[in-house]
C-alpha cells in the first residue's frame, strides 16, 4: 500500500514495514508524519511490531525527528517493537551523536 510519503508492507505476520519515500525530509512534512504513520498502521490492524526504513532517505530535519520520537514515545505504542533501519551514512553519524539509540532500536542496513 502506498500513501503518498509512505509505502507500507506487512513483511511477516507480526511486522509492519514502513517505508519512506521521500529523499529530504524537513519540517514542513514532520506535521503530517505521526498522524500518517498512525493511518497506516490502523489501516492495518493488530499489534504488529513496526519497522521504519529510511532507504530513501538522504537527511532530515530536526523537526521530523522529534516527530519520530513522539511517535516511538505513544502510549498506544507501548507493546510494539519499533525499529528504525537502513539509514544513510550521514544519519547514522546523526542519529549516534543524538544519542537517538536509546530511544529506537536501530538496525544500519538491510539484514
Known sequence: MCTGRLMIE?????VIEIIFTDTIMSALKADRLNTEI??????????????????????????????????????ALTDRKIVVKNLSTYLSQTFQLMRL????????SEE
Do not use: C, H, W, Y
Open 10 to 14: 506487512v513483511k511477516e505476520s507480526n
Open 38 to 75: 498512525k493511518q497506516a498502521i490502523a489501516s492495518i490492524g493488530g499489534t504488529k511490531d513496526i519497522e521504519l526504513d529510511f532507504r530513501n532517505v538522504e537527511a532530515m530535519d530536526s523537526a521530523v525527528i522529534a516527530a519520530l520520537i513522539r511517535f516511538v514515545r505513544d502510549p
Open 101 to 108: 539509540s536509546s530511544i529506537f532500536t536501530i538496525k544500519d
